[in-house]
Nanobody, 114 residues
């Protein structure tokens, strides 16, 4: 499985960004896909994930502002709105295969600043 993330950038507070992660060599037997982020000096944290069933989960700080979607096992997207400086970090896409083996994308930088 190979993951290629894109869509990060510099945005002002209150702005929006859409992250994309294209997956190759995947199987529709995936377990879940998601997005993590790592802020400077902090541990990587789960932001949002989507299960094979279509169920979604979000960390509390992004509920109502972020939306995750997926194109089967081929791509996963993260629509981010009303961004705040606390959303700054490197965002990584994640793919969990049916046997629970995890794969990571290379990360894309999101910076929210005026």
């Amino acid at each position: 499985v190979q993951l290629q993330a894109s869509g990060g950038g510099l945005v002002q507070p209150g702005g929006s960004l859409r992250l994309s992660c294209v997956a190759s060599r995947t199987s529709d037997r995936f377990n879940r896909m998601g997005w993590y982020r790592q802020a400077p000096g902090k541990e990587r944290e789960l932001v949002a994930q989507i299960l094979r069933s279509g169920d979604t989960h979000y960390t509390d700080s992004v509920k109502g502002r972020f939306s995750i979607s997926a194109d089967n096992a081929k791509a996963v997207y993260l629509q981010m709105s009303n961004l705040t400086p606390e959303d700054t970090g490197v965002y990584y896409c994640n793919y969990i295969r049916f046997d629970s083996l995890a794969f990571w994308g290379q990360g894309t930088q999101v910076t929210v600043s005026s």
